[in-house]
């Protein structure tokens, strides 16, 4: 974007704002007081229970970090065992909009009991918050924003999508660290903003028994996805990358891609929990944000079932599983099929008064789905 007012106009309105990622255990009247207050009293829909555990960023909550006003929270766990949160347009100060950096992140140690609601640790470079990939905010990138994170061993791997005017996607490229997130270094890997239909702007991903899965959508939210796999040692050569397509009526590796949903696909997120995976993404055409059980990423999801998580509401209506201009949902870590754990984004485009990541929790998903 050229201006915040231009990225306003662009994604705003009812359906929200594009992104610019244990619990259990047993009751306890201590654990009952660790839990924050709860805005609104958990309901149950289709056979899930939801609960707004929390809000996790705000100026009295990370404005200590220098982050008063951020969105998305795309979440890995770190090679040390801590997580890492990376959030897009990232503000502090006086008004929304001032000391613009993205991506920016936090660390949090809260790795168990998550439906007490996670906390951050600390600030990737320091106080405030750095930006974590050096570019200036101007007319030849106007900011970069991060669609998903993955650890590797003892690597972390940032997908971001690079933007000339907010919308106009130039490339994604991916990022590595192996400090746990303190540094990051270009990997020179590059995907053409043009490539595939603009299907391999905005990313999610998850490994599994040798081989990184990839999911892959246009930025603006226009597009179905399309699935390719890559060696994590190939991660970033976008050459080694292997397409899934269609062959006849056959789905083969190497063929495509095609697309493999009819949905149109927004911020998204592939994890494996156990033995099954979980995708959720932001449905924006029904203004919400959806989930899917899979059994594997290659399965048919056009009949594969779905269920609404969350649904997008008024700013006057807004309830537990009503969410005025939502967007996003990246898996927490820590999360289980049955106790599933997201970062949902909220921002008010009419005023910017409210631009944050809060933490959502859907208990018995995999008894639904």
């Given at each position: 974007m050229s201006s915040n007012i231009s990225r306003r106009l662009l994604l705003g309105g009812a359906a929200g704002a594009i992104g610019t990622g244990i619990a259990g255990g047993a009751w306890t009247p201590a654990a009952a007081a660790d839990r924050p207050p709860?805005?609104?009293?958990p309901v149950w829909a289709d056979g899930i229970k939801i609960t707004k555990v929390k809000n996790l960023t705000g100026p009295d909550i990370t404005g200590k970090f220098g982050l008063d006003w951020v969105d998305l929270g795309a979440v890995t766990r770190t090679p040390d065992g801590r997580s890492l949160y990376v959030f897009g347009d990232s503000f502090s100060g006086e008004n929304w909009g001032d000391n613009w950096r993205s991506p920016t992140a936090l660390w949090s140690k809260t790795r168990h009991h998550l439906e007490r609601g996670v906390t951050f640790?600390?600030?990737v470079g320091g106080v405030p918050a750095a930006q974590l990939i050096p570019y200036e905010h101007g007319e030849e990138i106007s900011t970069i924003i991060p669609s998903d994170v993955?650890?590797?061993?003892?690597?972390i791997y940032l997908h971001a999508v690079v933007n000339q005017g907010f919308g106009n996607v130039i490339w994604s490229g991916i990022w590595v660290s192996s400090d746990n997130g303190a540094t990051w270094k270009d990997s020179g890997a590059r995907f053409d903003g043009h490539a595939h239909n603009k299907m391999l702007n905005l990313c999610t991903w998850e490994y599994d028994n040798g081989w990184v899965y990839v999911y892959t959508a246009e930025f603006l939210r226009e597009s179905p996805m399309i699935l390719h796999r890559v060696r994590p040692w190939h991660l970033t050569d976008p050459?080694?990358?292997?397409?899934?397509?269609?062959?006849?009526n056959k789905w083969k590796w190497g063929a495509g891609p095609d697309t493999v949903i009819d949905d149109i696909i927004g911020e998204m997120s592939l994890r494996k929990l156990g033995k099954r995976?979980?995708?959720?993404?932001?449905?924006?055409?029904?203004?919400?944000?959806?989930a899917m059980v899979l059994n594997h990423p290659t399965q048919d999801l056009r009949k594969t079932e779905r269920v609404t998580l969350?649904?997008?509401?008024?700013?006057?209506?807004?309830?537990?599983?009503?969410?005025?201009q939502l967007y996003g949902s990246y898996v927490i870590p820590g999360s289980t099929m049955n106790d599933l754990h997201l970062t949902v984004s909220q921002w008010n485009t009419n005023d910017n008064s409210i631009y944050?990541?809060?933490?959502?929790?859907?208990?018995?998903?995999?008894?639904?789905?």
């Open positions: 709860l805005e609104y009293p640790s600390g600030s993955i650890t590797i061993g003892n690597k050459d080694k990358w292997e397409p899934w397509g269609k062959v006849g995976w979980v995708f959720t993404w932001f449905d924006g055409p029904n203004y919400r944000i959806s969350l649904h997008g509401s008024g700013w006057g209506n807004q309830d537990t599983n009503h969410v005025a944050r990541v809060m933490q959502y929790r859907f208990e018995h998903l995999g008894h639904r789905l």
